[in-house]
T-cell receptor, first 112, second 116 residues
């Protein structure tokens, strides 16, 4: 168990809908990262939050947004969903004191 | 921008044999970290081994070792005495730090099959 909790584990939704993925980082970790894993693109960095503030942005679509709350949990919001958004979404947490970043078990999103 | 390339999408190895997974990367930084992650069917991302760029000595973790060639920007993973449980996707990754205070840049992954 990495200590990073992601919910839900699986999500099936229709095109055009909006979903929210949730991540609880390891206790004490200030950084939360979101990654998207798809068959054709591999694992791509989406966005990083550090202690409530956006720290770095990757290939995140404008239809996607994220935030980190005062208790350090984070949510990734995906809207106007398309079939191509079907992927595994990982959250990871970390801090400069860690020796590695810790990954959650991912949320499998299927858009039908 | 940093990039990580894994040119072999799939490999197979016989149980108890040795296999080497290749990875190349590109960066203009002099200090950085390289990682190999394993993703079994459970889809959990598991850190296998890490290498600090400033260390010339290659990292080893039990049956796993790396061949780090900084000048060539090459970072291969050797798995010795392959076991059925080694079957998984393997991802090479790069980061400016080791501890999760910077993002990871991943290669596209390689599927390893272990044949009994």
């Amino acid at each position: 168990d990495s200590g990073v909790t992601q919910t839900p584990k699986h999500l099936i939704t229709a095109t055009g809908q909006r979903v929210t993925l949730r991540c609880s980082p390891r206790s004490g970790d200030l950084s939360v990262y979101w990654y998207q894993q798809s068959l054709d693109q591999g694992l791509q960095f989406l966005i990083q939050y550090y202690n409530g503030e956006e720290r770095a942005k990757g290939n995140i679509l404008e239809r996607f947004s994220a935030q980190q709350f005062p208790d350090l949990h984070s949510e990734l919001n995906l809207s106007s969903l398309e079939l191509g958004d079907s992927a595994l979404y990982f959250c990871a947490s970390g801090t400069a004191m860690n020796t590695e970043a810790f990954f959650g078990q991912g949320t499998r999103l299927t858009v039908v | 921008a940093q990039t990580v390339t894994q040119s072999q999408p799939e490999m197979s190895v016989q149980e108890a044999e040795t296999v080497t997974l290749s990875c190349t990367y590109d960066t203009s930084e002099s200090d950085y970290y390289l990682f190999w992650y394993k993703q079994p069917p459970s889809r959990q991302m598991i850190l296998v081994i890490r290498q600090e760029a400033y260390k010339q000595q290659n990292a080893t973790e039990n049956r796993f070792s790396v061949n780090f060639q900084k000048a060539a920007k090459s970072f291969s993973l050797k798995i010795s005495d392959s076991q059925l449980g080694d079957a998984a996707m393997y991802f090479c990754a790069y980061s400016k730090t080791q501890g999760g205070s910077e993002k990871l840049v991943f290669g596209k992954g390689m599927k390893l099959t272990v044949n009994p």
